[in-house]
């Protein structure tokens, strides 16, 4: 157990560290966040917009004057990762919004990261340079050719420093391979292998080959008519690269192990709840569509996030979860203009803590959820500039639907449906938290430290 994560909802008091990005004033589209992602040890934090830039903020180094303060993040590097393209052959643009990105284990001095957009999946090395060479025999100062008759002397080029540069580079790009919109990609635990998943098809790439991938799943029928669901998500298993799984539209999750058949098509598992039929309306298949599933770091239990709920399965038990936490319950009244307004679509997101025991995902209003596996205590908190005071501690949020409101509650109908936390982030191993609201990026740690 890491040491803070016990009884987090009893102890631990969140607090404000940090807000990136601009004002609301004047946020282009260009600006919004669409995903966030810590690397393996946490000094890494990197997010993706709809502009196709990713920035990527690095952990401050704790300073000897105030060694109880913990270092801040700071950018570290921005690279425009993908551009918009137009696909001639079927009339459609590609947008160049950052859909997923995923770390790859640091393995020397430089970092290594897969993004994608709709179609494309890049991988980039981030690198630090802090010399340059001087002195070349066939160039100038400023770099142009000189006459080689001039050249009378052999010199022998030295490394001088300079003022720290960190490089992004494109290192492979794997195109080509998805009819549908890229969803989820994720690496495997071997390090060589990843996967990216669309709405109907799964491919396993290695990392050394651009040209060709392996299509591991495939749920295209013959005929398109006939088709009842696609594929919203898919995760490899922390630790058996064999194992994978994939999450549907119709609020099922299926576990394939490769070793069994090349085209995983037949799963080895199939995780449902049936459905209470009292429960049933015409919201239900929409509200049931799992938007992410997620392993946990152990690798027993997979959590899934449809509209209304988390929920957490153990591997061993396929008929229901063994937990299932109410995100906003209060909605369920609403979703007939939910519907109207689009929301109900809306694809939020699941994260787990270092050590398996808090779960956090996103809800309207920019309110955030946290729920204590071990004590099921829960809590909302709020993404928002009004206490962005350094150190600030957040106060628990209430919503309260109909009836008389309290001083320190929201109706229910006075939630802003247009500021929403789909992406969140948690720190491998600590309580420090990033919650993407809009174009804005908040760090939120415990009081502790």
Not at 272 to 281: A, H, L, Q, T, V
Request: hydrophobic share 35%; with cysteine.
């Amino acid at each position: 157990m890491i040491p803070g994560f016990e009884n987090l909802m009893q102890d631990v008091l969140w607090c404000f560290s940090q807000v990136k990005g601009t004002i609301d004033t004047g946020v282009t589209e260009a600006d919004i966040i669409s995903t966030v992602e810590f690397n393996h040890t946490g000094e890494l934090l990197a997010t993706g917009d709809k502009g196709g830039r990713v920035v990527i903020f690095q952990r401050e180094q704790e300073s000897k004057n105030q060694p109880h303060r913990r270092g801040e993040y700071n950018v570290y590097s921005t690279f425009q990762s993908h551009e918009p393209e137009f696909d001639y052959l079927k009339s459609l643009e590609i947008e160049e919004k950052i859909n997923k990105i995923r770390w790859l284990p640091q393995q020397n001095a430089a970092y290594f990261l897969l993004s994608t957009n709709d179609k494309t999946v890049k991988l980039w090395k981030v690198s630090e340079r802090d010399k340059r060479p001087e002195g070349y025999n066939l160039k100038d100062e400023d770099g142009r050719l000189r006459d080689p008759s001039t050249i009378t002397t052999l010199r022998v080029p030295v490394l001088r420093p300079m003022d720290l540069m960190v490089e992004a580079t494109p290192r492979r790009v794997f195109a080509n391979a998805h009819t549908y919109h890229i969803n989820s990609i994720s690496v495997n635990s071997d390090y060589e292998t990843y996967m990216s998943a669309d709405d109907l098809r799964i491919n396993l790439w290695n990392f050394e080959i651009t040209n060709q991938s392996f299509n591991i799943v495939d749920i295209k029928p013959a005929n398109m008519e006939e088709l009842t669901e696609v594929i919203t998500a898919a995760e490899f298993h922390p630790h058996h690269c064999n194992t994978f799984v994939y999450s549907s539209s119709k609020g099922t999750i299926r576990l394939c192990d490769m070793r069994a058949s090349a085209l995983c098509d037949r799963h080895s598992k199939f995780f449902e709840e049936p459905e209470d039929p009292s429960n049933r309306s015409f919201f239900s298949e929409i509200i049931s569509s799992i938007s992410d599933v997620k392993f946990s770091h152990s690798g027993r239990y997979i959590m899934t996030r449809d509209y209304l709920t988390v929920k957490v399965w153990d591997l061993n038990m396929e008929n229901r979860p063994i937990e299932t936490y109410q995100v906003h319950d209060y909605l369920r009244s609403k979703l007939c203009s939910l519907y109207e307004n689009d929301c109900i679509f809306d694809k939020f997101e699941c994260v787990w803590n270092g050590s398996d025991s808090v779960i956090m995902t996103g809800s309207y209003n920019n309110f955030f959820r946290m729920f204590d596996r071990n004590t099921k205590r829960d809590v909302t908190l709020e993404a928002s500039r009004e206490n962005s005071k350094p150190r600030a501690i957040l106060k628990p949020r209430k919503v309260c639907v109909g009836g008389k409101r309290r001083k320190d509650e929201i109706s229910v109908d006075s939630l802003d449906f247009s500021k929403k936390i789909l992406h969140t982030a948690w720190h491998p191993s600590e309580n420090i938290i990033a919650v993407a609201a809009t174009n804005n990026l908040y760090i939120f740690q415990d009081k502790v430290n």
